[in-house]
């Protein structure tokens, strides 16, 4: 199993930054995509950022140019750079990790979810 420790979020003014980390650890065989999304109150979760085990990054047009996303592979551990934040921000963002671990009898590969933390962004 694969365990997600999500940190990082908080209240911010318009224009701040937020840094979010997310340390994955546990009967981990292989980590492949790693990744963030967002839920906003009466909206659907969706796709903030998302980086492969290779590094190529894929962005919701909503924040080119203003978050940055990266990871550790040493560590298990992705991050999420926000810069010049504003209020439609203001979510609870959740990392998500796909990986192959060690269940109890095989290993399996699948989506693993954080907790969720919340970035509430003050105009």
């Known amino acids: 199993q694969v365990q997600l420790v999500e940190s990082g979020g908080g209240l911010v003014q318009t224009g701040g930054s937020l840094r979010l980390s997310c340390a994955a650890s546990?009967?981990?065989?292989?980590?492949?995509?790693m990744g963030w999304y967002r839920q906003a109150p009466g909206k659907q979760r969706e796709l903030v950022a998302a980086?492969?085990?290779?590094?190529?990054?894929n962005y919701a047009d909503s924040v080119k140019g203003r978050f940055t996303i990266s990871r550790d592979n040493a560590k298990n551990t992705v991050y999420l750079q926000m810069n010049s934040l504003k209020p439609e921000d203001t979510a609870v963002y959740y990392c998500?990790?796909?990986?192959?671990?060690?269940?109890?009898?095989?290993?399996?590969?699948?989506?693993?979810w954080g907790q969720g933390t919340q970035v509430t962004v003050s105009s």
């Open positions: 980086i492969t085990s290779r590094g190529t990054t």
């Open positions: 998500n990790v796909n990986a192959k671990a060690w269940t109890r009898d095989y290993y399996q590969t699948r989506d693993y």
């Open positions: 546990g009967s981990i065989f292989s980590i492949n995509t």
